[in-house]
């Protein structure tokens, strides 16, 4: 919406005064318009609750009901065993609730972050590299998980540049872990493996393995390495904003034919195409990359990310 305006238009849209901010008038309106600019803090629900809330299903009240049935009948045995698997049920459905792992947080993702899970219930944050784009929005979420979270969260970062991973680290409520190139870990539900990238800050694509596996590139040129890395995988995410004709020269990125090659060769399940750019032809693209690999996808972006 702005970035293809003047600074004097861009003030006049969010109703800024000539001082360069907003006048003491519009601020006191917006207060009582929108209220004070903070996160919503969401209460944590009582461990009972959960609890209670992983029977609550209609297959759960099957199998209760085929148990007293099973106790009527003197079939004990077999009421244990239904009992054992309404148990187990229950232990890993809370053990998994409401795990979520976040990839990269730049402008605009927290608001959708929190639209799909409770902030403190993300098991962890992985960082592929740290450019500004890729963690912005990191620092708000420090903030509210300073008011909820009960330990620090896991956060995957490389650990250049160093005034940055040194920057996430001072706020106290994640806990930092570098990643190279060899890089293995348990987040949770999910087994994360990490691969080099190149791209003109280092960085680390990484594969999320869970009851699906995920591969995010982060940005990178497409390699060698990236085949290996992404085999088979259920689907790949790839930042492949241009096309081989509008790619910029040396480019930062691949191109959507690189990605459509990515794909093909690693023998993936779909591609899913991200990190387009203010004036990128997201049609073009997205048939620049099926040309090459049917199964792509272009992913909903917020299109006032910087390259």
């Known amino acids: 919406m702005f970035e293809q305006k003047t ?23 917006r207060l009582s318009e929108h209220g004070p600019n903070e996160l919503e803090r ?34 004990y045995g077999d009421a244990a065993i239904i009992a054992a698997v309404v148990c187990l049920n229950g232990t890993v459905g809370l053990f998994q609730e409401g795990k979520a792992l976040a990839l990269d947080m730049g402008s605009g993702t927290l608001p959708r972050l929190l ?11 992985v960082l592929t590299h740290l450019h500004p784009d890729h963690y912005s929005d990191l620092l708000v979420y420090a903030q509210y ?35 190279d190139a060899e890089s293995t870990a348990q987040c949770g539900p999910f087994a994360l493996r990490f691969a080099p990238t190149v791209h003109p800050l280092p960085g680390y694509a990484v594969r ?9 590139t982060g940005d990178s040129l497409a390699t060698h390495a990236l085949v290996a890395w992404a085999k088979q995988a259920d689907v790949l995410l790839c930042d492949a ?30 591609l899913w195409i991200s990190h387009l750019v203010p004036g990128s032809d997201e049609q073009a693209v ?21 390259v």
Do not use: W
């Open 145 to 179: 998980l300073a008011k909820c979270a009960e330990r620090p969260m896991p956060l995957y970062l490389p650990r250049t540049p160093d005034r940055v991973s040194s920057l996430l680290a001072d706020t106290g409520v994640f806990d930092v872990r570098f990643t």
């Open 115 to 125: 639209a799909s899970v409770k902030g403190h219930e993300v098991c962890g944050v």
């Open 208 to 216: 999320v393995e869970g009851d699906a596996s995920f591969a995010y």
């Open 42 to 75: 969401h209460e944590k629900k009582p461990l009972y609750k959960r609890i209670l809330e992983q029977f609550m299903d209609p297959l759960i009240y099957v199998l209760a009901a085929a148990g007293a049935v099973s106790i009527l009948l003197g079939e």
């Open 241 to 270: 904003p241009f096309t081989e004709e509008t790619a910029p020269s040396p480019s930062p990125h691949m191109t959507a034919e690189q990605a459509g090659a990515l794909a093909r060769n690693a023998q993936v399940g779909a």
């Open 7 to 29: 600074i004097a238009e861009t003030k006049r849209l969010l109703k800024a005064g000539d001082s360069g901010g907003l006048t003491e008038e519009e601020a006191r309106r």
């Open 286 to 306: 997205l048939h620049a990359a099926r040309k090459i690999f049917q199964e792509s996808s272009l992913v909903e972006e917020m299109t006032d990310r910087s």
